[in-house]
């Protein structure tokens, strides 16, 4: 495999042996949540939708990780709530965790949806978290679909505007009022969208995507009963993310098709325009993201790649303790990795 960095590699324990395993459990073990749950932060997004965030200031650090979270998760997420608390109890940054667009705090709060390819409020809350926290460094954190967005931020591509160059983004970049942070980690990122929605319903994988699609439909009944977004019919939780995109999200997204979506905000041919350090953490076991897509793409040279042998999708548990004291080998990975990148090596 491949190993950017030197860390202790991910050996699954005897109980959690295979890419399932390493999935499931990941998400239902108990997991440490912050004690505290930070000040809240509300932003208004230049088209009068709102996002929630909440807040951990530490004035001592010249750092802040802003976290960004996966599909149907939100602030509250275990693995958000985790490498924040890791964040904050090794004294090096100010922490921020963002909801996605009517995700957690901020559910009704928005009419227009989320997606892989919302990189321009990733950059929007940068540009923010640079205004409120000024002359610090940001490091972005994405996980699963976060993920994606962040790399295409990172490429300077913003699909929901049109654009897909370096110079496109640095021409409307004041207009937009987006950033990028100094550098970025993303974890089990889908960077191959299409491929993914089609290992999604695959044989086990199913469960996966029947547990997208029940948090999604419910999600969506909820808002079209608020009136915050338009009755779409057909939608069920025993459909198929594919077919779901193709009658939600590509329509009230701006995308002519669920392939059109895909196609658009995959971040598997932006990775060569990337020109801050950046990060790229999965693993060869994941369910349904196919870890070949990194090695065939072109990346630049200040893009790291580390490949884990085990892990799962956003699992990482680890037979042993890690040196945080816990078998979460997700934590210790990002956490060694944020260390690295904040000390520029």
Known sequence: MVQAFPLIPCQSPVWAPDRHSQTIWGDLLP???LKQPGSKWVLLLPDQDQLVLRVHENSASEWVVVL???????ANSKYMQRVAHEVLASNQASVVLMNHRNCGEGTGLARRPYHSGRSDDLGF?????RRRFPGKKILAAGFSMS?????????????PAGIFTPDEFEARRQELGVDLPDAAITVNAPIHLENSARQL????NRIYEMTFMTNL??????????GRVPVTKGVHPLMKVSAFDDLFTAPQGGFSSGLDYYTTCSARTHLHKIDRPTACLTAANDPFIDYREYLRATVSPLVRLHIERE??????????KTPLGSHRWLDYGVLEISRTLMSGN
């Open 147 to 159: 993920a994606n967005a962040l790399l295409l931020l990172m490429s300077r591509v913003l699909p």
């Open 311 to 320: 892990g799962g999708h956003l699992g990482y548990l680890h037979k042993e």
């Open 68 to 74: 960004f979270h996966g599909l149907t998760g939100s």
């Open 217 to 226: 439909h419910f999600l969506l009944r909820r808002l079209e009963r608020e």
């Open 201 to 204: 319903s695959r044989s086990l």
């Open 125 to 129: 809350v940068i540009n923010e978290t």
């Open 31 to 33: 997991s440490p949540t």
